[in-house]
């Protein structure tokens, strides 16, 4: 049974392996594969950030964090960023973790999340997202440098909570 809740500092022991897992490929991430601990803990627990791992039996095997998109005059709009256990692709638990943002976002408050850089060819996140409401908004050519297809474009996706 899949669990979502608030993460906390000692979860970050998974959280790194996980991380290190996801990017380590470096296909779907801006980050590099050397990318340090320290970084890492600041990018799920750094001020202004809000985590959340997905976990079935015990073991966490998502994670996703949630902060304003901008400061200020665009704090309305959430910024939000998902990784999954590539073990456990194709079990929903991307789509449960969206669900999840979605209403964590609205009972934040934010009116929209925009997602500022999603990897052309990560054709399963497209779709999720595409199915969960958002739309491309914009592309960003040749912006991402995937390890094994050079430069390739990203998106920008958007949508409202209502």
């Known amino acids: 049974m899949l669990q979502i809740r ?5 979860d970050f022991d998974a959280i790194w392996t996980l991380f290190k897992t996801v990017i380590e490929p470096e296909d779907t991430y801006v980050f590099a594969a050397d ?13 202004g950030v809000t985590s959340y791992v997905a ?12 902060v304003a998109n901008q400061r200020d005059r665009g704090s309305h709009v959430a910024n939000a960023s998902f990784m999954v256990d590539p073990s456990c692709h194709g079990r929903g638990i991307g789509r449960a973790m969206g ?20 990897v052309s060819t990560n054709q399963a ?11 491309i908004v914009g592309t960003l050519p040749k ?4 390890k094994t297809l050079g430069y390739v474009d990203a998106y920008v996706m ?4 209502d």
Do not use: P
């Open 6 to 10: 608030k993460a906390i500092e000692t």
């Open 35 to 47: 990318t340090s601990r320290e970084d890492a803990f600041s990018y799920w627990f750094g001020a």
């Open 55 to 66: 976990e079935d039996q015990g073991q966490i095997v998502g994670m996703y964090k949630i």
């Open 99 to 118: 669900l999840h943002c979605l209403q964590e976002a609205k009972r934040l408050g934010y009116l929209a999340i925009q997602f500022n850089f999603v």
């Open 125 to 135: 996140a497209i779709a999720l997202w595409e199915k969960l409401g958002f739309s």
């Open 143 to 146: 912006a991402f440098h995937h």
């Open 158 to 161: 958007y949508r409202f909570l």
